[in-house]
């Protein structure tokens, strides 16, 4: 599937840690998340609002001295097989480039240029038909093969859980902790309700005495673990 259009943020504070950035959210997501925020980017509609590469580019171009790098997210920007294009196009104007990905396709991640890697673990990696449709056990290669390329690539980089009620449970936290060095930077996502790709998902978060005790229980193994909202 080739990339042609997208959604576009001009300028963030908070899409790359540390840097100033634009967001390009690329359509199209092979997972279907109920608790996704960005259904419009995985569903897109007539009236979803998505700008041509071109065009994108050419205002990245006129504004590159205003910022320190892109954020490709989405949807699911490897979804797309020339995303390394975008990405070579990005860092050719002098940007950095960060990926928000859900690591399905580590093929396509480990032939990337990227400065900043940020992976969401949505669940223990036998779970995954809680979120993919079509999950075997082939994406569970996957995903623990994205896991592990990230955290020897050398990348700056962060794992990110959500906390959403029957995706996410305490013992699968302990799992996902276990798959990560004790340098690796976890962050847990309360989740709150609101707009949501499957609007009949629970309109209540965990109990924040749940929640804190994910925490700790991802504490007991992984160093750089912090709980924050969404």
């Not at 997210?73 to 020339?82: F, K, N």
């Not at 109990?207 to 709980?227: F, G, T, Y």
Request: net charge negative; with cysteine; charged share 30%.
């Amino acid at each position: 599937m080739a990339l042609t259009s997208a959604g576009f943020v001009k300028m963030s504070l908070t899409a790359f840690p540390g840097t100033t950035a634009a967001a390009i959210f690329v359509p199209g997501c092979n997972f279907r998340c109920p608790y996704c925020e960005a259904g419009e980017f995985v569903d897109p509609s007539p009236d979803t609002r998505l700008i041509p590469v071109p065009d994108l580019l050419r205002d990245i171009e006129r504004r590159r001295t205003m910022l320190g790098g892109v954020c490709l997210t989405g949807g699911e920007p490897l979804i797309h097989e020339d995303i390394g294009v975008i990405v070579d196009a990005i860092r050719s104007l002098g940007l950095m480039v960060k990926l928000d990905t859900n690591g399905a396709f580590p093929r396509r991640l480990k032939v990337l240029h990227l400065d900043f890697i940020a992976m969401d673990i949505k669940t223990a990696p036998w779970h995954y038909d809680r979120v993919a449709p079509d999950a075997d056990d082939r994406l569970e290669h996957d995903i623990m093969t994205s896991i592990r390329y990230i955290q020897e690539s050398g990348i700056p980089h962060e794992f990110r859980t959500v906390l959403a009620p029957g995706i996410v449970t305490p013992d699968d936290i302990e799992v996902i902790a276990g798959l990560l060095k004790p340098d690796d930077s976890l962050s847990l996502i309360r989740y709150r309700p609101g707009k949501r790709l499957e609007p009949g998902f629970p309109d209540k978060p965990y109990p924040e005495d749940l929640e804190r005790e994910m925490l700790e229980v991802a504490r007991r193994k992984c160093k750089s673990v912090r709980l924050k909202s969404a």
